[in-house]
């Protein structure tokens, strides 16, 4: 029993490392003022009339901090890539110069940074959300265990293994929201 009770809270910190590094890819979506080619990621464009991330269609440099230079690998994306970026919610006025695709970053105004950092919390909730489902999903199956025989202050204590993770990666969780927070609010 002792072995099983230990694959679950493995289980769960495995599941709460995930639920960290998820957060931490989706905040790298929210520009905070600087260019960055990972602001692309999750825009498609239709390459031969099938959705396709743009990075597997062009390349994405950024030149200096204020601009990100969009090079498509055949000259007909350059019209797709632009509308795909025109129609995201990033912000930005795509530029196509016939060669590549140039977006400006303006600076952030204080309301859009505040709407930023609004979009930031909804994140890290999501990521808190995944967090209390990892610690629901092991102490249900620690449920099953106590069903099956293993000892209640075996189970106990496993539960509140599980709260102490939960607990640790919610103040990981706590403070990359304070660092994000930080970089966007810092002018």
């Known amino acids: 029993m002792e072995e099983e009770i230990g694959m679950y809270l493995d289980e769960a910190k495995d599941m709460m490392d995930k639920a960290i590094s998820h957060t931490e890819h989706e905040l790298q979506k929210i520009r905070a003022g600087k260019a960055s080619?990972?602001?692309?990621d999750g825009l498609m464009v239709s390459y031969y009339g099938a959705?396709?991330?743009?990075?597997?269609?062009?390349?994405?440099?950024?030149?200096d901090a204020h601009s990100v230079v969009i090079k498509p690998w055949e000259?007909?994306?350059?019209?797709?890539?632009?509308?795909?970026?025109?129609?995201?919610?990033?912000?930005?006025?795509?530029?196509?110069?016939?060669?590549?695709?140039?977006?400006?970053?303006?600076?952030?105004?204080?309301?859009?940074r505040r709407e930023l950092v609004?979009?930031?919390?909804?994140?890290i909730e999501k990521g808190k959300i995944s967090l209390r489902n990892a610690r629901k999903e092991t102490n249900d199956g620690l449920k099953k265990l106590l069903k099956d025989g293993a000892s209640e202050d075996a189970i106990?204590?496993?539960?509140?293994?599980?709260?102490?993770?939960?607990?640790?990666?919610?103040?990981?969780?706590?403070?990359?929201f304070v660092a994000k927070e930080k970089d966007i609010m810092t002018v």
């Open 37 to 40: 080619a990972s602001m692309l």
């Open 51 to 63: 959705p396709t991330p743009i990075n597997q269609v062009a390349s994405a440099t950024t030149p």
């Open 75 to 112: 000259k007909n994306m350059l019209a797709e890539i632009e509308k795909a970026i025109r129609d995201s919610d990033l912000g930005v006025n795509p530029i196509n110069d016939g060669e590549q695709v140039r977006i400006n970053m303006p600076p952030l105004t204080e309301e859009r």
């Open 118 to 123: 609004k979009k930031v919390k909804g994140e």
């Open 156 to 176: 106990k204590d496993a539960e509140a293994s599980v709260q102490d993770l939960t607990n640790k990666y919610t103040a990981k969780i706590d403070a990359i």
